[in-house]
């Protein structure tokens, strides 16, 4: 029993030392030159949705959630974030390539298209993120439409 009462001190002490170490935040007030909304056209409907179900992961701007105060959360917190901007930054979309560019637009068609994204452990904590079919639909249309148009200016 007094192992076990160590072990829960020794515990407890630990979690609250981590609480002092903080992860820097995502948090950017500015719409850049190169956003997404300033490249290409991007209907405010669409725009909403992405700003609902993915500007969190994917810009330079994150709403962070409470448990995000609470390490080791806040530090899965940020890796996801870091990951999710490598992947794709809405935010400097237009400082891609424009190859890039046609390829992000489809992966972000495919991505919804097949359910991977909004990502499952992100929608389950932000209900507001599940996106409908309806709104499945409208991002998919956008991104195939947009990815032509872009296509044809090659």
Same mark, same amino acid.
């Given at each position: 029993?007094?192992?076990?009462?160590?072990?829960?001190?020794?515990?407890?002490?630990?979690?609250?030392?981590?609480?002092?170490?903080?992860?820097?935040?995502?948090?950017?007030? $500015? +719409?850049?030159?190169?956003?997404?909304?300033?490249?290409?056209?991007?209907?405010? &409907?669409?725009?909403?949705?992405? =700003? @609902?179900?993915?500007?969190?992961?994917?810009?330079?701007?994150?709403?962070?959630?409470?448990?995000?105060?609470?390490?080791?959360?806040?530090?899965?917190?940020?890796?996801?974030?870091?990951?999710?901007?490598?992947?794709?930054?809405?935010?400097?979309?237009?400082?891609?390539?424009?190859?890039? $560019? +046609?390829?992000?637009?489809?992966?972000?068609?495919?991505?919804?298209?097949?359910? &991977?994204?909004?990502?499952?452990? =992100? @929608?389950?904590?932000?209900?507001?993120?599940?996106?409908?079919?309806?709104?499945?639909?409208?991002?998919?249309?956008?991104?195939?439409?947009?990815?032509?148009?872009?296509?044809?200016?090659?």
């Amino acid at each position: 029993m007094r192992i076990l009462k160590k072990i829960l001190v020794g515990a407890f002490v630990v979690f609250i030392l981590i609480q002092f170490i903080r992860p820097a935040r995502n948090i950017s007030s $500015q +719409l850049l030159p190169s956003d997404i909304s300033n490249v290409v056209p991007l209907p405010d &409907s669409v725009k909403s949705l992405l =700003y @609902t179900a993915c500007y969190d992961c994917h810009s330079n701007n994150t709403h962070y959630p409470w448990y995000a105060n609470l390490q080791p959360m806040g530090w899965l917190l940020a890796d996801h974030i870091k990951d999710g901007k490598a992947e794709l930054n809405f935010d400097e979309f237009g400082s891609y390539s424009k190859r890039r $560019q +046609l390829s992000k637009l489809k992966a972000i068609a495919g991505s919804v298209k097949d359910g &991977s994204m909004p990502i499952a452990s =992100y @929608t389950w904590m932000h209900r507001d993120a599940k996106l409908l079919a309806e709104n499945n639909a409208s991002i998919i249309d956008w991104a195939v439409r947009t990815r032509d148009s872009l296509d044809i200016k090659k």
